[in-house]
């Protein structure tokens, strides 16, 4: 089992800065795939960002030249980030963290609770 908590979500004006965090626990050493992915309200949950156990990273085209996806080198850390510049009203949304493992063919994903993002003035 895996388990991911956020942090860093809050209020910020059009144009600024915002910082989230995961924080992964538990068998962190089985997951292959990290990102981070946002629901706003009436809408369907999107993919934002992904990056693998090879730092390789994938971008939604809504967020690509403003997001940057990172995670700590040692996999025995387990975190992961999400550096969000130059933000819009619409990036306002619940953001939540999701952890990908793949077992026998099949694919298992974890998810944690969600962060509040609002971008308002």
């Known amino acids: 089992q895996v388990q991911l908590v956020e942090s860093g979500g809050g209020l910020v004006q059009p144009g600024g800065s915002l910082r989230l965090s995961c924080a992964a626990s538990?068998?962190?050493?089985?997951?292959?795939?990290m990102g981070w992915f946002r629901q706003a309200p009436g809408k369907e949950r999107e993919l934002v960002a992904t990056i693998t156990t090879g730092d390789t990273t994938n971008y939604a085209d809504s967020v690509k030249g403003r997001f940057t996806i990172s995670r700590d080198s040692a996999r025995t850390r387990g975190s992961m980030y999400l550096q969000m510049n130059s933000l819009k009203p619409d990036d306002t949304a619940v953001y939540y963290c999701n952890a990908v493992r793949y077992l026998n063919g099949s694919v298992v994903n974890y998810w944690g609770q969600g962060t509040q993002v609002t971008v308002s003035s």
């Open positions: 538990g068998a962190i050493y089985t997951i292959n795939v």
